[in-house]
């Protein structure tokens, strides 16, 4: 079963716009959260990533929001552009090894 | 290469045979790692080389599935009497070291008819 459950599967955004996806998981010992970037035809590349000491980190425009005691977190696209179109997956490992990934969000942003 | 390179991008087999999957990693990356992603599905995990030991192989299916990495570098991913069950886009990943980022290649789309 899922370790870590996505949402939402798709998601369309105007241009400039925000993107938000949100990712939950059960496992308590997880202490890595990524979050990976795919284009179609190619392999998963990493965004940007937290560890559970931090609630937020930010690299330019993506964002990782983590709430502990929730056992959520999410990635925010600010002002969103069309070549951020693709599948994002948030992942989950306690080792950093082995990545138990979300099921993946596609995300369409719009001239 | 700059890259995580597989070969073959795509294979088409019959159901039964057998396939073989090759992955060459970043020059230098002592730890890779091999995932199944179905389509519309995340990656999901198969198994983890550090240097020439599958470190984690938990993620194997059953034991028609195989991986090897006799060097510590190059690592071929074997499949006996693929099932239709099987497709799905193979990707290989690697890094440095355990625990840093994994770079991952474009994957190989195995389709068994």
């Known amino acids: 079963q899922q370790q870590v459950k996505q949402s939402p599967q798709s998601l369309i955004v105007q241009k400039g716009g925000i993107s938000i996806i949100n990712c939950a998981y059960e496992?308590?010992?997880?202490?890595?959260f990524p979050w990976y970037q795919q284009f179609p035809g190619k392999g998963p590349a990493l965004l940007i990533a937290i560890r559970p000491d931090v609630s937020e980190k930010k690299e330019g425009r993506f964002t990782i929001s983590f709430n502990k005691s929730a056992k959520q977190f999410s990635l925010h696209i600010m002002d969103s552009q069309p070549g951020d179109s693709a599948t994002y997956f948030c992942a989950a490992s306690t080792n950093d090894y082995k990545l138990s990934f979300g099921a993946g969000t596609t995300v369409t942003v719009r001239a | 290469g700059a890259g995580v390179s597989q070969t073959p991008s795509n294979k088409v087999t019959e159901k039964g045979k057998y396939v073989e999957l090759r992955c060459d990693p970043i020059s230098g990356h002592t730890a890779l790692y091999w995932y199944r992603q179905s389509l519309g599905q995340g990656p999901e995990f198969l198994i983890y080389?550090?240097?020439?030991?599958?470190?984690?192989d938990s993620g194997l299916p059953n034991d028609r599935f195989f991986a090897v990495r006799p060097e510590g570098s190059v690592s071929t991913l074997k499949i006996q009497r693929t099932e239709r069950g099987d497709s799905a886009v193979y990707l290989c990943a690697s890094s440095p070291v355990p625990g840093t980022e994994a770079f991952f290649g474009q994957g190989t789309r195995l389709t068994v008819v």
């Open positions: 496992n308590t010992a997880f202490d890595y």
């Open positions: 080389f550090q240097g020439t030991g599958a470190a984690d």
